[in-house]
């Protein structure tokens, strides 16, 4: 019972999260200053982001579930789920925007371009992100499940989340945009460097987001449909 909602919302957001976001198959430019970098938004793009927007309405349905499964006595008691989960939480917000603009400073200041250049697109990731989420957030107006005691997962209301502030901006996750962003950013930036690693360091870097997004169902603050939109914004915006 503590392993089905972290098992399938993981199955679910893996079976939707780009191969060509791990793989990497269409290498970037090493010089990421300059140079065309090919179409925005392509063929490939938009059967990605169709079949992210189709996992986010299969788990309407499943919201409530998920949301009862998370909050049961012994996973809420467990003390280990309960500080990785904070770990996670904290890493993801405040963490990748200090990570991000650590490593600039420093790639900056030590004259290592790589560093910079993994500093700078990170942090423009986690911008681009929220800059496409905070918009939804406020104008669907969706209730967090505390605030409706996990009961009605279809609590929308326009402009809501705009008028009322945090109890009522559910989706998109924020949370879950800075850590997918972030793993699509270093994971595409590291692939030019390292092209056989990059599978292995996508799988990391997913692995953590996909946990920072478990985190938010287990803290009661998203529906599961939540962090599947998230996942899908952050991971355009890193790439």
Same mark, same amino acid.
């Given at each position: 019972?503590?392993?089905?909602?972290?098992?399938?919302?993981?199955?679910?957001?893996?079976?939707?999260?780009?191969?060509?976001?791990?793989?990497?198959?269409?290498?970037?430019?090493?010089?990421?200053?300059?140079?065309?970098?090919?179409?925005?938004?392509?063929?490939?793009?938009?059967?990605?982001?169709?079949?992210?927007?189709?996992?986010?309405?299969?788990?309407?349905?499943?919201?409530?579930?998920?949301?009862?499964?998370?909050?049961? +006595? !012994? &996973?809420?008691?467990?003390?280990?789920?309960?500080?990785? %989960?904070? /770990?996670?939480?904290? #890493? =993801?917000?405040?963490?990748?925007?200090?990570?991000?603009?650590?490593?600039?400073?420093?790639?900056?200041?030590?004259?290592?371009?790589?560093?910079?250049?993994?500093?700078?697109?990170?942090?423009?990731?986690?911008?681009?992100?929220?800059?496409?989420?905070?918009?939804?957030?406020?104008?669907?107006?969706?209730?967090?499940?505390?605030?409706?005691?996990?009961?009605?997962?279809?609590?929308?209301?326009?402009?809501?989340?705009?008028?009322?502030?945090?109890?009522? +901006? !559910? &989706?998109?996750?924020?949370?879950?945009?800075?850590?997918? %962003?972030? /793993?699509?950013?270093? #994971? =595409?930036?590291?692939?030019?460097?390292?092209?056989?690693?990059?599978?292995?360091?996508?799988?990391?870097?997913?692995?953590?987001?996909?946990?920072?997004?478990?985190?938010?169902?287990?803290?009661?603050?998203?529906?599961?449909?939540?962090?599947?939109?998230?996942?899908?914004?952050?991971?355009?915006?890193?790439?």
């Amino acid at each position: 019972r503590i392993l089905r909602p972290c098992l399938g919302l993981a199955l679910c957001l893996a079976s939707v999260t780009p191969a060509s976001a791990l793989a990497q198959a269409t290498p970037l430019p090493t010089d990421t200053t300059g140079g065309a970098h090919g179409r925005f938004f392509t063929g490939k793009d938009a059967a990605i982001a169709g079949l992210f927007a189709a996992g986010t309405i299969a788990m309407f349905p499943l919201d409530r579930t998920i949301a009862a499964d998370m909050k049961t +006595s !012994s &996973l809420q008691q467990n003390s280990f789920v309960k500080h990785t %989960a904070d /770990a996670f939480r904290i #890493t =993801a917000v405040p963490g990748s925007a200090i990570i991000g603009g650590g490593l600039y400073v420093i790639g900056r200041a030590t004259h290592s371009s790589r560093m910079a250049d993994l500093g700078l697109h990170g942090t423009e990731a986690l911008l681009v992100g929220q800059a496409f989420g905070s918009p939804i957030k406020g104008t669907v107006g969706r209730a967090r499940p505390y605030q409706v005691a996990d009961s009605n997962a279809h609590d929308f209301g326009f402009l809501r989340g705009f008028k009322k502030g945090n109890d009522y +901006s !559910s &989706l998109p996750s924020g949370h879950t945009i800075a850590a997918f %962003a972030a /793993a699509a950013a270093v #994971t =595409a930036e590291t692939s030019k460097w390292w092209p056989r690693s990059g599978p292995y360091i996508g799988t990391v870097m997913y692995g953590g987001a996909t946990m920072v997004a478990l985190e938010r169902l287990y803290n009661d603050k998203h529906w599961a449909s939540d962090v599947i939109l998230a996942a899908g914004i952050g991971t355009f915006s890193g790439l």
